[in-house]
């Protein structure tokens, strides 16, 4: 079991427990935790914790939970809770509703994880991490198909979890195509809440963003994930629920994406385990959605079809002012002159003053897949002059270039004093047989080693990135690599922009670098 430790400026500290100790018999395979505990944890306490279940725990940092929470901590506003963060295997199996799965056969397994985690999860968590056994004191979330699934497991099961979030949760989940005569009488979960009578005890925290898709399946101007989700409530109600048992909250501009979801965390999380009267507001704004979070419905793009007649309230700007649950001083400096070799001035000028790298690390992703899935593999083969890579090799010498920095940054971090070797990227392309890999190979790759980038990067304290080391024959430090490989990456999609795509055939020249999408949830 690792422990790892997230600093917070002002002392109050989580720690994360890397637990992959539990087999899980019902799902055939060790299920990772990542377990992060509150300053001060004590195994003994008198009284257990209280604790929050969250899917999709592999993305634990991408929500930027320990840097949150130490915040939270810091100003008394929760009260100390444990969080399991339960890392994902086959989602699309194994998320879903326990009593059926959905129209394709999605979700075969959720009974499968269901049972997971009321006979395997609970009892191991209670007995290894002072959590409680209280219904009244677990809450279960999660995320899109995670964020069904948590509903689900509240709605059915309340002797374990009386409160339930749920992000963007995927309530379009539906027995029926859209092309096969469905009907909304085919949502599963909206189905399932009508069969049985809620608990009186039973709370609900659900989150929706204006952005979150474009699909608006009777074309009354309201996306589907609004809409599924008002009338998820209106059923609730209908069923005996109280209006105040149901907390829902519209992001505008908001995106079905974890920089949304971590915007919004802290909402939840004071929803969840707040302390009364603690005032929170001056949250800082970091994640570019709209300036005033949650504001008055005259400002939605989209008013939600029955606002009134649900009883909606959304919070005013002097209410709720906040973009992000990360305070300033967590937004990583420039590196100071004379903290890198001169080559990486460039790409640090890539970087507008002002710019988190880390922010753009996280934002990156969807652009580069966005110009480059779009491809056909003909074009992926494309060099715009004698002798140039194609962009097969300069996505794999983006991929190769950020291991190598990363790995930079994780020696200098540890204190190492040896001077590491340079590399000839011109080498590693010649023999990277990249034109031999489809281009969705290499995506997959570029996005697996871009969240290990993220997840180491957001691990080092203030001392780790002011630590320098030797490289390629000068001194670096370790933040000054956060921003080269942020920059790095932001040159090489300038070179495909200017140099590759103006030679591409007509009919597809604008196809690359188009206006980017929102992310719609998984159909």
């Not at 519209?250 to 603690?278: C, N």
């Not at 074009?379 to 097969?392: H, V």
């Not at 190492?416 to 034109?435: I, K, M, V, Y």
């Not at 604008?510 to 992310?519: D, E, I, M, T, V």
Request: charged share 20%.
């Amino acid at each position: 079991m690792t422990v790892f430790r997230f600093q917070s400026p002002r002392g109050a500290t989580v720690a994360v427990r890397r637990d992959e100790s539990l087999f899980s018999i019902e799902l055939g395979r060790v299920v990772r935790l990542d377990v992060v505990l509150p300053p001060g944890f004590n195994p003994v306490a008198a009284q257990p914790y209280p604790v929050l279940y969250l899917n999709d725990g592999q993305d634990l940092q991408r929500l930027q939970l320990p840097a949150t929470l130490n915040y939270l901590y810091r100003r008394g506003a929760v009260r100390p809770f444990v969080l399991v963060a339960v890392h994902a295997a086959d989602r699309l199996q194994e998320y879903g509703t326990a009593a059926r799965p959905d129209y394709l056969g999605r979700g075969s397994r959720a009974g499968r994880y269901t049972r997971f985690v009321l006979h395997e999860l609970l009892p191991y968590v209670q007995a290894h991490y002072h959590a409680t056994a209280n219904p009244a004191e677990a809450v279960i979330a999660g995320m899109s198909l995670g964020g069904l699934t948590a509903f689900d497991l509240a709605w059915h099961h309340p002797e374990a979890f009386q409160r339930a979030g749920s992000f963007s949760g995927s309530f379009w989940w539906r027995g029926r195509g859209l092309n096969d005569g469905y009907t909304d009488a085919d949502r599963i979960m909206h189905s399932l809440v009508r069969a049985r009578a809620p608990q009186p005890s039973q709370q609900y925290w659900l989150q929706t963003g204006t952005d979150d898709e474009t699909s608006d399946r009777n074309n009354n101007g309201i996306i589907d994930a609004i809409e599924d989700t008002l009338d998820l409530m209106a059923v609730l109600e209908r069923q005996g629920l109280p209006q105040a048992a149901v907390r829902y909250v519209e992001v505008p501009g908001g995106h079905h994406h974890q920089d949304t979801w971590a915007a919004i965390m802290p909402d939840f999380l004071r929803w969840a385990f707040g302390v009364a009267g603690v005032d929170t507001h001056d949250y800082i704004h970091r994640h570019h959605l709209s300036p005033h979070l949650l504001v008055g419905t005259r400002h939605l793009r989209r008013r939600p079809q029955g606002a009134a007649r649900y009883g909606f309230k959304y919070l005013t700007k002097n209410q709720y002012n906040i973009a992000a649950a990360v305070p300033a001083a967590v937004t990583l400096a420039r590196p100071a002159p004379g903290t890198y070799q001169p080559y990486a001035q460039g790409y640090l000028d890539r970087i507008p003053e002002g710019t988190d790298p880390l922010a753009l690390l996280r934002q990156q992703p969807a652009e580069l897949h966005r110009d480059l899935s779009r491809l056909t593999e003909a074009q992926a083969l494309l060099r715009y002059a004698p002798g140039k890579w194609t962009p097969k090799e300069m996505l794999l010498h983006i991929i190769d270039t950020e291991r190598i920095f990363t790995y930079r940054a994780l020696r200098f971090a540890r204190g190492d004093a040896q001077s590491l070797p340079g590399f000839d990227e011109n080498d590693f392309a010649a023999n990277s047989e990249a034109n031999d890999r489809p281009m969705s190979d290499l995506l997959t790759e570029y996005h697996a080693v871009r969240a290990a980038t993220l997840a180491l990067f957001g691990s080092f304290n203030a001392a780790q990135l002011d630590r320098v080391g030797l490289a390629n024959g000068g001194a670096t430090s370790v933040r000054a690599l956060v921003f080269i490989t942020a920059g790095h990456e932001r040159h090489h999609l300038a070179i495909l922009r200017e140099r590759y795509w103006p030679v591409l055939p007509p009919a597809e020249a604008s196809a690359p670098g188009a206006a980017q999408q929102p992310a719609v949830p998984l159909r």
